[in-house]
Nanobody
Framework: QVQLVESGGGLVQPGDSLRLSCVASGRTFTTAWFRQAPGKEREFVAGIRWRDGTTEYSEAVKGRFKISRDHVSITVTLQMNSLKPEETAVYYC?????????????????WGQGTQVTVSS
């Protein structure tokens, strides 16, 4: 069993940066961030493979967001730069029991409670 706890959400202005953290308890192989805006489906943002640090990003965030992991603190961090109002959403950390970085929410076994990110002037 893996438990995930997110933190770092908040209210920022367009163009600002924000860093989200996800602390995992239990062994995890692949961790990803998803987001869900009101009335929309949950969408993949970025994922990382713990074994070798391989990362993948959605086209929408590529070049602005960076996902990283720390083995000591068992934390996955999502650094978000140049945030846009349309990226306002609840951001979720998710984990799965294999080394495939999937963009499908249904492929992930464990989920955090989510953290709200609001981008507004």
């Amino acid at each position: 069993q893996v438990q995930l706890v997110e933190s770092g959400g908040g209210l920022v202005q367009p163009g600002d940066s924000l860093r989200l953290s996800c602390v995992a308890s239990g062994r995890t192989f692949t961790t990803a961030w998803f987001r869900q805006a009101p009335g929309k489906e949950r969408e993949f943002v970025a994922g990382i493979r713990w074994r070798d640090g391989t990362t993948e990003y959605s086209e929408a965030v590529k070049g602005r967001f960076k996902i990283s992991r720390d083995h000591v603190s068992i934390t996955v961090t999502l650094q978000m730069n140049s945030l846009k109002p349309e990226e306002t959403a609840v951001y979720y950390c998710a984990s799965r029991n294999d080394y495939i970085i999937s963009s499908m929410a249904s492929d992930y076994n464990y989920w955090g409670q989510g953290t709200q990110v609001t981008v507004s002037s």
